[in-house]
């Protein structure tokens, strides 16, 4: 195995402004997500392919995210929906510590665990990440959570049914006072307004009668629980509308980040079952990282749609969908039990931008033949079971030539960036396919492979111990052993949850659980059920943390140091958990027999693959692929 960062040429396009500006004049939306463009007379930021008339250059300013734009006091462009792009491919190519933590941050650990959490997580002090993030991205990691969370609320107000008051709190906002500001600062409207805007357009969250949602009315504001109206957006609890002008808690200008945000889309909705609950919407918690209490979840369903490469806003996403199981399926029925509960909590349908082209058969294909029986299922396009913060969710992904359609459903409004952020990974959406095939396409043994797939990705993981375990699992023997074995553990100690008849309805079985249990219902060598168990209990007790913001070289020497986890585990675990774009499995049989079967000497396969960085990953991909069985060692 080898790998390495990226050349530090490639790094910070935002500083080349000669460079950013042919861009703009250009509107290539290739650059979309990889920085932002300011315009100083008019005090907006928008996505390098906006279609409005290009400004001058001695007008312009460029930033690596949206955060450091809103720091300067520009705000979003309602026009190209500057946060309605693929995030930078940037943080996948990095491992440094910036990059580390936006991947964190689009998680949502700052609103879990504050900004000490983050820093914990980094291995850095709270003042040193301040200093970098600043340095590097032109906002401290609270003015870039807090993009974070803009964007969740703008997802919330426009596409659910959810009250505003509960919105609030479902998006991480630790008041209702913060929430208002944030929203007026970053999009120049009020909650109420934002919502109202939706309703005349006809993309808003509606009841089954076909009145518009609580909150959303006719003159711009929301009325608050005691029937009076408050004119800037929403009532707090106590009746005292939040003032104007006030800046978060903070003191730094709420943000709003394409490239930082967990959530990627804009767009519409329509409610399809009963409108959404009015519970009790969550305290807060002292240390500002948001509310200790889950929101009610809203009944009935939000069909959302969200926006393209295009400027404008978007229209629902009338796209049709594939014929069903086009992906292949893993030959299982995995109809949940008789006695399953039915399923509940918030329906969404996004609509995910990627950078074109896009493999998407060849992901789901991926996917599909290691399809887990109960947790993951390929019959209709991908979907699976989410494990998430607050709660489980399952989603549905059907790839397109230019978007993902995805349904999720979630237990608890707050996982939603979360939820999209690993669906993100999960199908490397960020990635820059152009870029990759460019430095591949170099390589004449490659080309015919790029040319004849162009836009291959690196699929990703939705959870890093969960991929750990299966790593093990599917360590010396086939593909289709590995997901039997994988099944039947799942099927043994995974959490039910509620489901549709045909739906998954397991989540994959905690590290706990398995550390637990692994004697009792693994099969095999016990030298190998020893490890996977032993890894378990790591994983369980966090002496093992694997997780998207490890620096690579850490988590390989921790995942080595582990008992069963060797090279070929340890790198594939990087590859797919970091998204990692330069890792060679060059010791994995299939992939040497690709090689072969291309014309590449397997003995020399390390020392060609040099011409291939920073992108070996998506050259290891192209070999796989290349194999005459896909199957094997992987």
Aim: aromatic residues 4%; proline residues 8%.
């Amino acid at each position: 195995m080898t790998h390495s960062a990226a050349p530090v040429a490639d790094r910070s396009i935002w500083r080349d402004s000669e460079r950013c500006y042919r861009a703009v004049m250009s509107r290539d939306a290739r650059f979309d997500g990889q920085f932002i463009v300011a315009v100083r007379t008019t005090g907006i930021y928008c996505r390098p392919s906006c279609p409005a008339m290009t400004p001058k250059a001695h007008n312009v300013e460029f930033f690596p995210t949206a955060a450091a734009a809103q720091a300067r006091g520009f705000r979003a462009c309602r026009r190209c929906l500057p946060d309605a792009v693929p995030g930078s491919p940037e943080w996948n190519v990095r491992a440094d510590l910036a990059a580390r933590a936006m991947r964190l941050i689009a998680e949502g650990t700052v609103e879990r665990e504050g900004v000490p959490g983050l820093a914990r997580r980094l291995g850095y002090s709270e003042r040193q990440l301040g200093r970098v993030l600043t340095a590097e991205l032109g906002a401290g990691p609270l003015a870039l959570a807090r993009a974070h969370r803009a964007h969740s609320a703008r997802l919330l107000i426009e596409l659910s049914p959810l009250p505003l008051t509960e919105v609030a709190f479902a998006a991480g906002f630790a008041s209702v006072r913060q929430f208002n500001d944030t929203i007026r600062e970053v999009f120049a409207s009020t909650p109420s307004q934002l919502r109202t805007a939706a309703v005349r357009r006809g993309t808003a969250a509606r009841h089954p009668d076909g009145s518009s949602v609580a909150g959303a009315r006719p003159g711009g504001g929301v009325r608050s629980r005691d029937g009076v109206r408050s004119r800037d957006g929403v009532r707090s609890r106590d009746g005292v509308r939040s003032g104007d002008g006030v800046r978060s808690g903070d003191g730094v200008p709420a943000a709003s980040a394409a490239t930082a945000a967990g959530v990627r889309h804009s767009g519409a909705a329509r409610l399809v079952g009963a409108p959404g609950g009015t519970g009790t919407a969550g305290t807060t918690r002292p240390d500002g990282a948001g509310p200790s209490r889950p929101p009610r979840a809203a009944s009935g369903t939000a069909e959302v749609a969200g926006a393209g490469s295009g400027g404008g806003m978007s229209q629902p996403d009338d796209t049709p969908h594939p014929a069903r199981g086009a992906a292949g399926a893993a030959g299982t029925d995995i109809a949940p039990p008789p006695d399953a509960l039915p399923p509940a909590g918030t329906r969404l349908s996004l609509r995910l931008p990627v950078r074109p082209p896009f493999d998407g058969a060849g992901v789901l294909a991926f996917l599909a033949a290691r399809a887990v029986p109960g947790v993951e299922d390929v019959t209709d396009g991908y979907r699976r079971t989410l494990r998430l913060p607050h709660g489980s969710g399952l989603v549905r992904l059907t790839p397109m030539e230019t978007h993902v359609h995805c349904d999720l459903r979630l237990t608890d409004v707050r996982d939603l960036g979360n939820a999209v952020t690993r669906v993100r990974r999960l199908l490397d959406l960020d990635a820059d396919p152009l870029a990759v095939g460019h430095v591949l396409q170099a390589d004449p043994v490659l080309a015919p492979l790029v040319t004849a797939t162009p836009g291959i990705r690196v699929p990703g993981a939705v959870d890093g111990g969960e991929l750990v375990l299966r790593a093990m699992l599917g360590q010396q023997v086939s593909v289709a052993a590995a997901r039997t074995a994988a099944g039947h553990l799942a099927a043994a100690l995974g959490d039910p949850v509620p489901a549709d008849s045909g739906e998954p309805h397991l989540l994959f079985p905690s590290a706990s659980a398995i550390a637990e249990h692994a004697p009792d219902v693994l099969r095999g060598p016990r030298r190998r059920v020893e490890a996977i168990r032993t890894v378990a209990a790591a994983l369980a007790s966090g002496d093992l943390d694997v997780h998207v913001g490890r620096d690579p070289g850490e988590l390989r020497a921790d995942l080595l140091a582990q008992p069963g986890i060797g090279p070929w585990s340890a790198d594939y675990v990087a590859m797919r958990v970091l998204g990692h774009p330069d890792v060679l499995l060059d010791g994995d049989l299939a992939l040497r027999k690709g090689a072969a079967a291309v014309g590449i000497d397997p003995n020399d396969l390390t020392d060609r693959a040099q011409a291939w960085r920073p992108w070996r990953s998506y050259a290891g991909m192209y070999l796989w692929r290349a194999a005459a069985h896909p199957g094997g060692n992987r």
